[in-house]
């Protein structure tokens, strides 16, 4: 636990003695065989683990601990300071209006100092079904907040379901994002030998010829494992595994790097409140490996700088399961798509009005910014409405999410 921790302070504004510091510490140098990467975050299963009440106060809840959690572990090295990853921007969206705006700040600062990170996407979403400029409207509330505060959301993700349309790729990268990683369930599928995967991170080429670095490891044991949505469900476990020199369990002879990353916590869980990503980074770290509390960004970049050049390149297409339940509410989701489609129209003449009116829009703002989000939540991923929120109870959010975006 963080009590057992030595504590070593750091002077203020002393860079250059923060980074001897953290060299001399064990399993902080640079000269090891690996660097492995393990990442906190909680799995939002939206209306399928609770109501809208309920997931408001744990995403509250959830931020503020971590955020105290990065005050009491920043005189740490870098590698073992606490970091978090929000499950999408809905967590910062329910913040910013939930919170005070010296607390929204608080929150931002730990973004841009990377002890908190936030994906492009609303939530965990099947997107398959959904129509491209959907997809990219959803991702508009993060944009904004970009603008805002000068920030940049490196990740996009659709996590959980077996299977990823083709084009995807394109509309995260054309929207900024440069990395994805993909676990899945592995069950309520028909997806033959889904944990399989031909490449364990490797160039995602979208039809335009953009790409994001996407990391989908085969999964070995379970979803709580390797290639699942909780990867470092036991972040110790996933540690050793991944260290093994031997090739019996198989995943160092498909992944021959010596950075590796493992993410996910949470799991079903509706809340994931703990300091054990800290204590295993310090406690597994030795001179053969680091291990470094990662806010999953951290992974990519140090993978792309070590091993961008040479990875193979993939331009297919995983295909549609979860993503057709949509179909479920046929002509609900029919008339989601008819919005969006009129809102080209529309646009096109709030801009005209806009030019000699620049006022025009102001009193639809908190409207506009409803219905990016609306868009976004509309696709998330718990279709399947077989959790223990009731399947009524889902349909009719569905419902006021396409009223709202009309």
């Not at 959690?69 to 870098?78: C, F, K």
């Not at 608080?106 to 100092?113: K, N, P």
């Amino acid at each position: 636990m963080l009590a057992s921790i030595i504590r070593i302070g750091r002077p203020a504004g002393c860079l250059a003695a923060a980074i001897l510091l953290c060299l001399a510490l064990p399993g902080c140098s640079g000269q090891e065989k690996l660097r492995i990467y393990i990442a906190n975050d909680d799995h939002t299963d939206y209306l399928w683990s609770a109501g809208q009440d309920t997931y408001r106060q744990a995403f509250l809840e959830m931020i503020d601990y971590y955020l105290d959690l990065a005050d009491s572990t920043e005189s740490l090295p870098s590698c073992q300071q606490s970091r978090w990853n929000c499950d999408g921007s809905l967590w910062l969206w329910t913040y910013e209006r939930n919170r005070s705006k010296q607390q929204f700040e608080r929150l931002i600062g730990r973004i841009r100092d990377g002890h908190v990170n936030v994906p492009l996407n609303p939530l965990v979403q099947a997107l398959g079904g959904a129509p491209a400029e959907a997809v990219l409207r959803g991702m508009y509330y993060a944009g904004t907040v970009e603008r805002r505060y000068g920030l940049r959301f490196k990740l996009a993700a659709a996590i959980e379901n077996q299977t990823l349309p083709y084009g995807l790729g394109s509309l995260f990268a054309g929207s900024g994002a440069r990395y994805t990683w993909h676990g899945i369930c592995n069950c309520a599928t028909r997806v033959p030998d889904a944990g399989n995967r031909e490449h364990e991170i490797y160039w995602w080429l979208g039809p335009d010829s953009s790409r994001v670095l996407a990391k989908w490891y085969s999964m070995p044991v379970s979803n709580q494992h390797l290639g699942g949505y909780a990867e470092a469900f036991d972040p110790e476990a996933v540690v050793e595994y991944v260290s093994t020199q031997s090739d019996t369990n198989g995943f160092r002879a498909r992944y021959p790097y010596r950075v590796i990353g493992a993410f996910g916590k949470g799991w079903d869980e509706l809340q994931t409140m703990t300091d054990e990503f800290v204590e295993v980074a310090r406690s597994k770290s030795s001179p053969s490996r680091r291990v470094i509390v990662s806010n999953e960004v951290d992974f990519f970049e140090d993978f792309e700088k070590t091993y961008g050049r040479d990875l193979p390149e993939q331009a297919v297409s995983f295909g549609n399961e979860w993503d057709l339940l949509c179909a479920s509410l046929a002509e609900v989701s029919a008339r989601v798509k008819r919005s969006v489609e009129k809102l080209r129209s529309a646009e096109a003449l709030a801009v005209l009005v806009s030019l000699q009116d620049p006022s025009f829009m102001e009193g639809r703002r908190l409207e506009r910014e409803q219905a990016w989000m609306d868009l976004g939540l509309y696709w998330e991923h718990d279709w399947t409405a077989d959790g223990p929120v009731p399947r009524e109870v889902r349909r009719d959010w569905q419902r006021t999410l396409a009223r709202q975006v009309e």
